[in-house]
């Protein structure tokens, strides 16, 4: 699935909508723009010469937290759907090959991915594919993955060509985006695809992780998580 289109927010709650939290972890080459595509959706910034990782503060209405230790960042952002609320517990990973092998600590028990790779870089499209390659080895079976092609505003630069990602994902079935955290194309739009793919039709117990590949539907659970929507 591609798309090239704009950028919209995430969409307002709907009253009334079944509430289904899922985990999403991101994975990619370092500096290709993992954080910055976190940061694009869950705070709308981009920032351009810094990269944006361990340090998050925590704000009144996002529960977000850093695992120095573990080097990957913790997030949370709702979207909604027509009658359901998806709410991602967003985990953004170091990509740096010393933390490899933290990577199935958080990949573990995700019922979602987004493989990223720098369309300026041909290594990072490699390391990519090795990713994807380990999360159908290791991960829940029933794993939506999503290939970003980050970096799209810099088309100049290219070295990965789109149809040959394109025809990679297709083959893989994957879901598959060219993506830009500076100007924001396709951010909002890469999580909602991954939210509509989702399974949402067996609900599981708020608070367990027992459900590998489905999400845990919160509707009948507190008010602080209801409140948390959108
Ligand atoms: P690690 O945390 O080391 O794994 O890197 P990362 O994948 O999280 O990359 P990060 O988001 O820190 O971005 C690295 C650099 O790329 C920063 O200077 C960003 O400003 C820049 N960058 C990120 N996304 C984009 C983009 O879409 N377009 C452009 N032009 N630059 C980007
Ligand atoms: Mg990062």
Redesign the pocket.
């Known amino acids: 699935m591609a798309s090239r289109g704009g950028a919209t927010r995430p969409n307002g709650a709907n009253a009334g909508n079944k509430i289904c939290q899922f985990k999403l972890v991101l994975l ?1 080459e ?8 976190v940061l694009r959706f869950v705070k709308g910034q ?8 361990m340090d998050v503060e925590v704000t009144s209405d996002r529960t977000e937290k850093s695992d120095n230790n573990l080097k990957a960042a913790f997030l949370t952002q709702t979207v909604c759907l027509d009658d359901t609320t998806v709410k991602f517990e967003i985990w ?1 990973t ?3 090959e010393r933390y490899h092998s933290l990577a199935p600590m958080y990949y573990r028990g995700a019922q979602a991915a987004i493989v ?1 790779y720098d369309i300026t870089n041909e290594e990072s499209f490699a390391r990519a594919k090795n990713w994807v390659k380990e999360l159908q080895r290791q991960a829940s079976p029933n794993i939506v993955i999503a290939l970003s092609g ?5 088309a100049n630069k290219r070295a990965v060509d789109y149809q040959e990602a394109q025809s990679y994902a297709d083959d893989n079935s994957l879901l598959f985006m060219e ?4 100007t924001s194309m396709n951010v909002n739009e890469i999580f909602m695809a991954i939210a509509k793919k989702l399974p949402k039709n067996e609900p599981q117990s708020a608070g367990t992780n027992s459900g590998r590949g489905r999400g845990v539907d919160l509707t009948e659970t507190t008010q602080q998580s209801k409140s948390q929507c959108c």
């Open positions: 990619g370092s500096a290709v723009g993992k954080s910055s595509l981009f920032h351009e010469f810094q990269t944006w990782n953004d170091a990509g740096q990223v980050n970096k799209a505003d810099l993506t830009s955290a500076k």
